[in-house]
């Protein structure tokens, strides 16, 4: 017919003729009743859709000639636009389908089971129509009321559940929303609806759920509950702001148990404690970290602040730290395999990376590794080494050359003794073994020597020594330390009791004296031995107080040591070991007098290197202005203290005395340096 | 003077009663500098230089008068003679003035050379010469450039030889004087403050900040920085201000400013 030209004519009968047959199919549709509608429209649908196959194949010469230059519909389309205007949007139809799909959908979200391959069609058909027409038609309406329904649910749901089940509740409809989509409807609506979801459920209710008590974030984070974290983490991640609320509590709650805990009186008793608990804190979050945030960056990074936030709130950390691995190296650590070390020491690392004044634990390390050395208490040689390797990768070579420094001594003055022993071992013949530690004066920690009268076959043994030394060592200037000294002494009681007693060198001389002496007082033994008083009285409250260790008896039996009192030998003394050890120089918790004093000391020792870095600094940049000199010294004294501004300032002054440094003349904020 | 307007008047008066010069020559200097006080004193005084080379004389004898007996210098006694024949208290200020003009090195002391050079350079050889100087001297002080350069020699001046900083005391007794003239509001409770919290010696940086510190700074503190580079001193000062209630919010408490 369109080769007679008749193609306009057969264009138009098609449009009448389907118009008709299709407003009839439509009355046979509205006429179905209740659960059958779909069915009718399904039915009809497809027969629909084979006959304009049909009909699109017979006039395929229609839409290549006729269409294109007339700019009318393609068949198929035009079979698909009427349809939709005749039956879809028919004043009778309409609303009803939709209601009929979303009444289903409702009957699905309460637990019912559904014909999803029914509505699988009806939606693709509502595809088919167009992408207009699924919107408007379905998936608008379909969003609103997902949105309202999902509204009053998580009211409810938030009224009664705790935040576990809550998150389960929610979890829960998330899923079967994804599962719907992919069951019987476009692809396209997934975010869509997610979305509303994690509106309604999620972030309406974000902070609500999270603060809720008993059984919000703070609860599961004590109760390490790592299923309910990750669920929370996973339903929070999808929304906005959702990840940074559980990060900003749980940054708040972990700073506000980390303050409580290292300000706290009783638990900043014991150091050793205390560093264990701070490991176990720490542990605990890393824990949860991985387990349940995988292992978030940005989670890490808060654990990381806030543990140094409060670990710094403590001035004590880094001495408590220091005397932590002081326990480990000293006992703790014996007998446990190598890996084990390494993972201790690794975590006490960790904790130093934390601290703001790495200087200070400096000095306390130093005293503590001195006393561990030269009391040859020393667990593991290569445990020593391996946190000084550790350390010197962390804060670089300056920080840890003093220390090996010592160790370096250690070893050399073993070789001296073998040297000293060969060379002069004929001469001294039976007498008292020696064994020397030379130390070279910079590398371990400050000591004033004391005054102390050694036992005359000591002082002739050192005397050897020092003239031995001083040959091969000519210019150099030994000064013997005796307040750090050990001494191992056979001791007979009684006649009859031996044993073996290991002393410090005061205790040593004191003990000595009764060789040749019954009684002795208090006032005799000073002026024999010469060791400074307060010392003194120490060390005799050492050997005539302490239950157990009383080798000497003293009259009167009080704690206190007066001028008068009288010592003798303790004849009855008795020990369960054969060696007794008396003397001890292990380290301790420092007495509030000597934490002061070491504090003063990390702050005169920090000036000079304030003043190193400012003059470091002008050198390069010849001229610069106040405030960045304070910024760049703080900089790059950051890795070992944090440095205070008005020191820094007191410290430029005193450059400016110097004529290190000058002012600007026009702008006086201005610094100039001198060559 | 019924050509000059009533401000020029004005002027020539004041010329006249400091340099003592007649009132055409006081006309002439203003007229030629442009009825500048500055430019007038300079060109009026420049005159005086042209008898220089007669004058070594007269100011050697000068010289011999104020000499001590025992060492080629002016020492106090020295120093005191002179300030009876200026008729000006040895306490005064401008004697502050004159050695600054003599680049003296130290208070109480001129060498002759100082001396000598020093009233050469001001074209003077007698001592009406030098009376009559000083009310131009006193107002050298008034000048914000003149007195800031004074201010800073004093510290130079009144510290001992061979130390570096100034003994307290005597800066105190240096700042009590300079801010008379000055008119600084805080400077008692400045000195309060350092005999209470600092008592030790002041250093160059710390006198010559506190001059900037008076000037930029107002009494009430409103524009104080604590950023600003002010040397820790003037820092703990602002404390101590604050701590004890002197100034409050930027306003200035301080009762006795009032009497």
Same mark, same amino acid.
């Not at chain 1, 509205?30 to 006959?51: I, R, T, V, Y």
């Not at chain 1, 230059?69 to 039956?87: A, I, M």
């Not at chain 1, 309460?110 to 699988?120: C, K, Q």
């Given at each position: 017919?369109?080769?007679?030209?008749?193609?306009?004519?057969?264009?138009?009968?098609?449009?009448?003729?389907?118009?008709?047959?299709?407003?009839?199919?439509?009355?046979?549709?509205?006429?179905?009743?209740?659960?059958?509608?779909?069915?009718?429209?399904?039915?009809?649908? /497809?027969?629909?859709?084979?006959?304009?196959?049909?009909?699109?194949?017979?006039?395929?010469?229609?839409?290549?000639?006729?269409?294109?230059?007339?700019?009318?519909?393609?068949?198929?389309?035009?079979?698909?636009?009427?349809?939709?205007?005749?039956?879809?949007?028919?004043?009778?139809? $309409?609303?009803?389908?939709?209601?009929?799909?979303?009444?289903?959908?409702?009957?699905?979200?309460?637990?019912?089971?559904? /014909?999803?391959?029914?509505?699988?069609?009806?939606?693709?058909?509502?595809?088919?129509?167009?992408?207009?027409?699924?919107?408007?038609?379905?998936?608008?309406?379909?969003? +609103?009321?997902?949105?309202?329904?999902? $509204?009053?649910?998580?009211?409810?749901?938030?009224?009664?559940?705790?935040?576990?089940?809550?998150?389960?509740?929610?979890?829960?409809?998330?899923?079967?929303?994804?599962?719907?989509?992919?069951?019987?409807?476009?692809?396209?609506?997934?975010?869509?609806?997610?979305?509303?979801?994690?509106?309604?459920?999620?972030?309406?209710?974000?902070?609500?759920?999270?603060?809720?008590?008993?059984?919000?974030?703070?609860?599961?984070?004590?109760?390490?509950?790592?299923?309910?974290?990750?669920?929370?983490?996973?339903?929070?991640?999808?929304?906005?702001?959702?990840?940074?609320?559980?990060?900003?509590?749980?940054?708040?709650?972990?700073?506000?148990?980390?303050?409580?805990?290292?300000?706290?009186?009783?638990?900043?008793?014991?150091?050793?404690?205390?560093?264990?608990?701070?490991?176990?804190?720490?542990?605990?979050?890393?824990?949860?970290?991985?387990?349940?945030?995988?292992?978030?960056?940005?989670?890490?990074?808060?654990?990381?602040?806030?543990?140094?936030?409060?670990? +710094?709130?403590?001035?004590?950390?880094?001495?408590?730290?220091?005397?932590?691995?002081?326990?480990?190296?000293?006992?703790?650590?014996?007998?446990?395999?190598?890996?084990?070390?390494?993972?201790?020491?690794?975590?006490?690392?960790?904790?130093?990376?934390?601290?703001?004044?790495?200087?200070?634990?400096?000095?306390?390390?130093?005293?503590?590794?001195?006393?561990?050395?030269?009391?040859?208490?020393?667990?593991?040689?290569?445990?020593?080494?391996?946190?000084?390797?550790?350390?010197?990768?962390?804060?670089?070579?300056?920080?840890?050359?003093?220390?090996?420094?010592?160790?370096?001594?250690?070893?050399?003055? $073993?070789?001296?003794?073998?040297?000293?022993?060969?060379?002069?071992?004929?001469?001294?013949?039976?007498?008292?073994?020696?064994?020397?530690?030379?130390?070279?004066?910079?590398?371990?920690?400050?000591?004033?020597?004391?005054?102390?009268?050694?036992?005359?076959?000591?002082?002739?043994?050192?005397?050897?020594?020092?003239?031995?030394?001083?040959?091969?060592?000519?210019?150099?200037?030994?000064?013997?330390?005796?307040?750090?000294?050990?001494?191992?002494?056979?001791?007979?009681?009684?006649?009859?009791?031996?044993?073996?007693?290991? *002393?410090?060198?005061?205790?040593?001389?004191?003990?000595?004296?009764?060789?040749?002496?019954?009684?002795?007082?208090?006032?005799?033994?000073?002026?024999?031995?010469?060791?400074?008083?307060?010392?003194?009285?120490?060390?005799?409250?050492?050997?005539?107080? *302490?239950?157990?260790?009383?080798?000497?008896?003293?009259?009167?039996?009080?704690?206190?040591?007066?001028?008068?009192?009288?010592?003798?030998?303790?004849?009855?003394?008795?020990?369960?070991?054969?060696?007794?050890?008396?003397?001890?120089?292990?380290?301790?918790?420092?007495?509030?007098?000597?934490?002061?004093?070491?504090?003063?000391?990390?702050?005169?020792?920090?000036?000079?290197?304030?003043?190193?870095?400012?003059?470091?600094?002008?050198?390069?940049?010849?001229?610069? &202005?106040?405030?960045?000199?304070?910024?760049?010294?703080?900089?790059?004294?950051?890795?070992?203290?944090?440095?205070?501004?008005?020191?820094?300032?007191?410290?430029?002054?005193?450059?400016?005395?110097?004529?290190?440094?000058?002012?600007?003349?026009? &702008?006086?904020?201005?610094?100039?340096?001198?060559? | 003077?019924?050509?000059?307007?009533?401000?020029?008047?004005?002027?020539?008066?004041?010329?006249?009663?400091?340099?003592?010069?007649?009132?055409?020559?006081?006309?002439?200097?203003?007229?030629?500098?442009?009825?500048?006080?500055?430019?007038?004193?300079?060109?009026?005084?420049?005159?005086?230089?042209?008898?220089?080379?007669?004058?070594?004389?007269?100011?050697?004898?000068?010289?011999?008068?104020?000499?001590?007996?025992?060492?080629?210098?002016?020492?106090?006694?020295?120093?005191?003679?002179?300030?009876?024949?200026?008729?000006?208290?040895?306490? !005064?200020?401008?004697?502050?003035?004159?050695?600054?003009?003599?680049?003296?090195?130290?208070?109480?002391?001129?060498?002759?050379?100082?001396?000598?050079?020093?009233?050469?350079?001001?074209?003077?050889?007698?001592?009406?010469?030098?009376?009559?100087?000083?009310?131009?001297?006193?107002?050298?002080?008034?000048?914000?450039?003149?007195?800031?350069?004074?201010?800073?020699?004093?510290?130079?001046?009144?510290?001992?030889?061979?130390?570096?900083?100034?003994?307290? !005391?005597?800066?105190?007794?240096?700042?009590?004087?300079?801010?008379?003239?000055?008119?600084?509001?805080? =400077?008692?409770?400045?000195?309060?403050?350092?005999?209470?919290?600092?008592?030790?010696?002041?250093?160059?940086?710390?006198?010559?900040?506190?001059?900037?510190?008076?000037?930029? =700074?107002?009494?009430?503190?409103?524009?104080?920085?604590?950023?600003?580079?002010?040397?820790?001193?003037?820092?703990?000062?602002?404390?101590?201000?604050?701590?004890?209630?002197?100034?409050?919010?930027?306003?200035?408490?301080?009762?006795?400013?009032?009497?």
């Amino acid at each position: 017919m369109v080769l007679h030209k008749f193609g306009e004519k057969l264009y138009s009968g098609l449009v009448s003729t389907m118009t008709l047959h299709l407003q009839s199919m439509s009355k046979s549709i509205e006429a179905a009743q209740g659960a059958s509608f779909l069915d009718e429209l399904n039915a009809k649908w /497809n027969n629909h859709n084979k006959a304009l196959q049909m009909i699109r194949d017979i006039l395929m010469y229609v839409d290549r000639t006729l269409i294109p230059s007339t700019h009318k519909t393609p068949v198929h389309e035009l079979g698909l636009n009427l349809w939709r205007d005749y039956v879809i949007h028919s004043c009778n139809i $309409q609303s009803r389908l939709l209601n009929t799909i979303l009444e289903l959908i409702q009957r699905e979200r309460t637990g019912e089971v559904i /014909n999803r391959g029914l509505m699988r069609n009806i939606i693709k058909m509502l595809m088919d129509l167009g992408a207009s027409v699924y919107q408007e038609d379905f998936e608008k309406p379909f969003l +609103n009321v997902s949105a309202d329904y999902y $509204q009053a649910e998580s009211q409810e749901y938030i009224e009664c559940c705790d935040c576990a089940d809550y998150l389960k509740k929610a979890e829960r409809r998330l899923n079967e929303d994804i599962d719907r989509v992919s069951h019987y409807l476009d692809t396209k609506t997934e975010p869509k609806i997610t979305n509303v979801v994690e509106k309604e459920m999620i972030a309406n209710h974000m902070l609500r759920l999270v603060h809720m008590e008993n059984s919000g974030l703070v609860k599961m984070l004590l109760d390490d509950k790592s299923e309910d974290l990750a669920r929370m983490y996973n339903l929070f991640r999808r929304v906005s702001d959702g990840l940074s609320t559980i990060r900003n509590v749980m940054t708040s709650h972990m700073r506000d148990t980390g303050n409580q805990l290292v300000t706290d009186p009783e638990k900043s008793k014991n150091p050793v404690e205390f560093v264990e608990t701070l490991l176990e804190k720490r542990d605990k979050y890393d824990k949860i970290i991985s387990s349940a945030f995988s292992n978030d960056k940005t989670f890490q990074n808060a654990l990381s602040s806030s543990f140094e936030y409060f670990i +710094n709130l403590n001035p004590r950390s880094p001495e408590y730290i220091s005397l932590f691995v002081d326990d480990k190296l000293r006992k703790g650590l014996k007998g446990v395999k190598d890996e084990d070390v390494e993972l201790i020491l690794d975590k006490v690392m960790i904790l130093f990376r934390y601290l703001q004044e790495k200087d200070v634990f400096e000095k306390y390390y130093k005293q503590h590794l001195a006393k561990r050395l030269l009391s040859g208490k020393t667990v593991s040689d290569d445990a020593e080494r391996s946190l000084i390797v550790k350390l010197k990768t962390e804060c670089g070579y300056q920080f840890t050359s003093k220390l090996e420094g010592m160790f370096t001594d250690m070893k050399t003055s $073993q070789d001296t003794m073998q040297g000293f022993y060969a060379a002069c071992g004929a001469e001294l013949g039976n007498g008292p073994a020696l064994v020397v530690q030379v130390l070279t004066t910079g590398s371990w920690p400050t000591q004033s020597t004391n005054t102390c009268n050694l036992p005359a076959e000591l002082s002739t043994l050192c005397e050897k020594f020092r003239s031995y030394y001083l040959r091969t060592h000519t210019g150099r200037r030994l000064t013997w330390q005796t307040n750090m000294g050990t001494a191992d002494l056979r001791a007979t009681f009684g006649n009859v009791q031996k044993y073996e007693l290991n *002393v410090s060198t005061y205790q040593m001389c004191v003990l000595m004296l009764f060789n040749s002496n019954e009684h002795l007082s208090y006032k005799e033994i000073e002026q024999v031995t010469e060791i400074p008083s307060s010392d003194l009285k120490r060390c005799l409250q050492s050997l005539a107080c *302490v239950k157990g260790k009383n080798v000497l008896r003293k009259e009167p039996m009080s704690k206190d040591i007066g001028e008068d009192d009288a010592f003798s030998v303790n004849d009855n003394f008795t020990s369960k070991l054969r060696k007794v050890k008396i003397g001890t120089v292990v380290a301790q918790k420092e007495s509030e007098p000597e934490k002061q004093e070491t504090r003063q000391r990390v702050e005169e020792d920090r000036k000079p290197q304030i003043e190193a870095a400012i003059v470091r600094i002008m050198k390069s940049r010849r001229v610069l &202005d106040h405030n960045n000199i304070i910024a760049e010294v703080t900089k790059q004294l950051q890795s070992r203290f944090l440095a205070n501004p008005g020191e820094i300032k007191k410290r430029i002054e005193s450059l400016i005395e110097r004529d290190f440094l000058e002012r600007d003349n026009a &702008d006086r904020r201005l610094y100039r340096y001198l060559a | 003077m019924n050509k000059l307007g009533r401000g020029q008047r004005d002027k020539v008066q004041q010329f006249m009663s400091i340099t003592g010069s007649s009132e055409k020559v006081a006309v002439q200097a203003l007229k030629a500098s442009d009825w500048q006080f500055e430019g007038a004193f300079d060109i009026f005084y420049s005159h005086s230089h042209a008898k220089s080379a007669a004058d070594t004389r007269h100011l050697e004898e000068l010289y011999n008068r104020y000499k001590d007996p025992y060492a080629d210098m002016i020492l106090v006694d020295g120093i005191t003679l002179l300030c009876n024949d200026l008729q000006v208290d040895p306490q !005064d200020i401008v004697m502050l003035v004159v050695s600054w003009h003599m680049k003296a090195a130290t208070m109480c002391e001129f060498s002759k050379q100082e001396f000598i050079t020093g009233l050469q350079s001001l074209g003077i050889d007698s001592m009406d010469k030098l009376k009559e100087r000083i009310p131009f001297m006193r107002s050298e002080l008034k000048d914000e450039q003149k007195f800031r350069e004074i201010y800073n020699y004093a510290f130079g001046w009144a510290k001992e030889k061979g130390q570096k900083s100034l003994a307290l !005391d005597t800066a105190i007794g240096m700042w009590q004087l300079l801010f008379a003239e000055k008119q600084w509001p805080l =400077v008692d409770h400045w000195c309060q403050f350092l005999q209470a919290r600092h008592n030790k010696a002041i250093s160059r940086d710390t006198w010559s900040q506190l001059l900037e510190f008076a000037r930029i =700074v107002d009494p009430a503190l409103s524009n104080y920085d604590p950023e600003g580079a002010w040397p820790y001193l003037i820092d703990e000062f602002v404390d101590y201000l604050t701590e004890h209630g002197i100034i409050q919010k930027g306003k200035l408490n301080d009762w006795s400013y009032k009497l």
